[in-house]
């Protein structure tokens, strides 16, 4: 029972550790423009949410594949309110440390600059372009090679050198 309690401890200590990292990074300037969503926020999704929470597999009803899909939420609700980070399900389960979860008995907390631009993206309205869908495959990320990886590329002959 102690374990469990200094666990809940850390990780409710943990969030308000990300959520004052946050404010001060806003406060600071340091994103002085709201997060660029192909830039900043598809990458963060792309290699940390999508291996549970793609379109084929849903997991608790959430697909984070495309802007319809994150705002409908899952069997919790909503995954998040525009406008409002603190608000938001997905921020909150983030900054918990609760996602994604533990994987082979290793935890894989989110990096505080990535939880960061996640909640500058979600105050800043969670913009998201028409019609754009994520897929788990589209970039190469540390965990899995992608539809960008060197040997997916077409075969170009090289310009002869001098």
């Not at 291996?51 to 998040?80: F, P, R, W, Y």
């Not at 409002?84 to 900054?95: D, N």
């Not at 994520?134 to 050198?161: A, C, F, H, K, M």
Request: charged share 25%; net charge negative; glycine share 10%.
């Amino acid at each position: 029972m102690k374990g469990r309690l200094s666990s809940f401890l850390a990780k409710r200590l943990g969030a308000v550790f990300h959520c004052a990292l946050a404010l001060a990074i806003c406060s600071a300037g340091a994103l002085a423009d709201e997060p660029d969503f192909e830039r900043d926020i598809a990458p963060i999704i792309a290699k940390r949410c999508l291996e549970c929470h793609d379109a084929d597999k849903a997991s608790g009803g959430l697909n984070l594949t495309n802007h319809e899909g994150i705002l409908l939420g899952g069997e919790s609700g909503a995954a998040l309110v525009p406008g409002k980070p603190q608000e938001s399900y997905l921020i909150e389960r983030v900054a918990a440390g609760e996602m994604p979860p533990e994987s082979r008995g290793v935890a894989q907390p989110i990096p505080g600059e990535e939880i960061a631009l996640l909640e500058a993206w979600v105050a800043a309205g969670a913009n998201w372009p028409a019609d754009r869908t994520l897929n788990i495959y589209e970039r190469t990320t540390d965990v899995r090679g992608g539809r960008d990886w060197w040997s997916l590329q077409p075969v170009v002959r090289p310009e002869v050198p001098r």
